[in-house]
């Protein structure tokens, strides 16, 4: 299957977010609380996360097919902070997921971070171990979510 890397545009936004959405909830969303969830939901819906992507301090990543429908997306934070990283169900495990972090890899190195850091779903920690992250801390509790914080050195 083709696909490919391309940043996101202000125009596809809604619909990163919408794939996201789809993906948390069959996915991540029945190991949540229902603050969790709303948590979730609250934050890709924040008007000032979206504000933050206009201005490049929050960075988005999308995985295309040939026709340029969205099969998955990334993005980060803080500079180096793997902040949404959703592949649609059907084009899991086709290798969309590390295509898309290899390229926020890439952006992080090129601003002279040495790390990238997440907070990892119980769903996503055995892709995040796959390609090199390490755990930081033991799973937990945040905003009725539950992570565990991870990094991986670049």
């Known amino acids: ?5 391309e940043t996101a545009t202000e125009d596809e936004w809604e619909d990163a977010m919408a794939l996201a959405y789809r993906t948390f909830n069959k996915f991540e969303a029945p ?16 008007h000032h996360l979206f504000r933050m992507f206009q ?12 026709t340029g429908k969205i099969l998955g997306i990334g993005s980060l934070r803080s500079g180096n902070h793997v902040s949404l990283l959703f592949v649609e169900e059907k084009w899991q495990r ?3 997921g590390s295509a898309l972090m290899k390229e926020m890899e890439e952006f992080v190195k ?11 779903s119980p769903y996503g920690i055995p892709f995040y171990h796959s390609i090199g992250f390490s755990d930081t801390g033991s799973e937990c509790e ?3 979510m539950l992570i565990t914080p991870m990094e991986k050195y670049l």
């Open 110 to 120: 090129k601003q002279g971070k040495k790390s990238i850091t997440v907070n990892s």
């Open 142 to 144: 945040n905003g009725g």
């Open 55 to 66: 201005i490049e301090e929050y960075h988005l990543w999308l995985a295309k097919d040939d």
């Open 1 to 5: 299957m083709n696909y490919y890397i």
């Open 94 to 96: 086709c290798g969309i």
């Open 31 to 46: 190991l949540y609380s229902p603050q969790g969830v709303d948590n979730f939901v609250n934050f890709i819906s924040d």
